[in-house]
């Protein structure tokens, strides 16, 4: 039930995302601000934060979304209209509610990769300078991360202790 939920949970985020590859429609000759657009569409809201681009770079990551928009596979809302449906009906079938979390997280597992590739050609076009930055950056946030799950696994185990 547990991997049936992750499946779930990160077909919500996946809908997020290709949602969001598919709001930049920034016009042309509208310059979003320092790459907000850009970074949503991604789905790194922060991944570039502290790194100074030129327009150049700005320019080369802008065509890569805009191919990456048609290259990555969608959302199919058929596939989540059905585990919306197996989740509710009357009579829980779980051989059913597992094939279908499998097929909706090989959807995701495409789209992931193809994300991951465009974000590794952004990264590719960075100086060595920005690329160290970029990493000063991610590290910090993963320690943060770390620290957050720390205090919610803390949170959890004291509600858990008080209620024994």
Not at 23 to 31: I, K
Not at 34 to 40: K, M, S, V, W, Y
Request: hydrophobic share 40%.
């Amino acid at each position: 039930m547990v991997k049936v939920t992750a499946v779930v949970m990160a077909s919500i985020l996946a809908l997020g995302s290709t949602a969001a590859f598919a709001a930049d429609t920034t016009p042309e000759t509208v310059q979003p601000p320092a790459n907000d657009a850009l970074l949503r569409a991604l789905g790194q809201n922060h991944m570039f934060d502290g790194v100074r681009l030129t327009e150049q770079q700005r320019q080369q990551m802008r065509d890569l979304m805009r191919q990456a928009r048609y290259d990555l596979p969608g959302v199919n809302v058929d596939e989540v209209e059905t585990m919306h449906k197996l989740v509710t009906a009357d009579k829980f079938d779980e051989a059913a509610v597992q094939a279908q979390a499998e097929k909706m997280a090989q959807e995701q597992v495409k789209r992931q990769v193809e994300m991951a590739r465009v974000r590794n050609q952004m990264y590719n076009l960075l100086t060595p300078e920005q690329k160290s930055v970029l990493d000063q950056k991610h590290q910090q946030r993963v320690q943060l991360m770390k620290q957050q799950i720390s205090g919610l696994q803390q949170t959890s185990a004291q509600k858990l202790s008080m209620t024994e």
